[in-house]
């Protein structure tokens, strides 16, 4: 089934350890993204990318990087976990940057002890 | 600076009667307007798009309004069903780009039996 795939589910880590959360698009969309989801605050972007080779910050990217080193794959990492980044990461794609639809993953909940 | 509200509160109605979601925003200028889906544990779902140029959008049981004087959309569902309990998130983008978007924190509801 075409879609995004994100890994893992869910996971708990140790604040100051890192973690790469894992994201995978089979539909060759161009424009990947990175957000986070907390009560109340809603989905805020992290990072995104407009191509392969291509990345740039959102409204709340620090503490975190991105790769893009190819089409499918878009991964976000924390260099050393801190518990204010406990949260449900959500990657997304779309065609474009100028496309007016995501498609979402299913999301990871980040839990930092 | 830029705000999106939507009913923090769950909205509970009977099955078989239209369900109205409120988006209410201040200090932007959409050029477009979404509305999604999200369920537990899931991400979010593309329903609807509306441009600022258009009043109303209309699929299947789904009709949207955009009143860009009173900074306000609406969502609809009509004949409402338990199936369309969910969460329901607006997002407004300005021209420029999907790296822009900006969701709004999400209205729940509840269609009871």
């Known amino acids: 089934i075409a879609g995004i795939t994100q890994a893992p589910t869910s996971q708990i880590l140790a604040a100051g350890r890192r973690m790469t959360l894992r994201c995978t698009q089979d539909m060759r969309h161009n424009a990947m993204y990175w957000y986070r989801q907390d009560l109340g605050l809603g989905l805020r972007l992290i990072h995104y990318s407009n191509t392969a080779g291509t990345t740039g910050k959102g409204e709340v990217p620090d503490g975190y990087s991105v790769s893009r080193a190819n089409t499918d794959d878009f991964p976000l990492t924390l260099a050393s976990a801190v518990p204010s980044q406990t949260s449900v990461y959500f990657c997304a794609s779309s065609p474009g940057l100028g496309s007016t639809e995501a498609f979402f993953g299913q999301g990871t909940r980040l839990t930092v002890v | 600076s830029q705000k999106i509200e939507q009913n923090s509160e769950a909205l509970n109605i009977q099955e078989g009667k239209t369900a109205t979601l409120t988006c209410n925003y201040t200090?932007?200028?959409?050029?477009?307007l979404q509305w999604y889906r999200q369920d537990p544990g899931r991400g979010p779902v593309f329903l609807l798009l509306i441009r600022e140029n258009e009043k109303e959008k209309r699929k299947e049981r789904l009709k949207v309004t955009f009143d860009t004087t009173l900074k306000q959309s609406l969502f609809h569902i009509t004949a409402s069903q338990p199936a369309d309990s969910a969460t329901y998130l607006c997002a407004l983008a300005p021209s420029g780009g999907y790296q822009k978007v900006t969701f709004g924190t999400g209205t729940k509801l509840q269609v009871i039996p």
């Open positions: 200090n932007y200028s959409p050029a477009y």
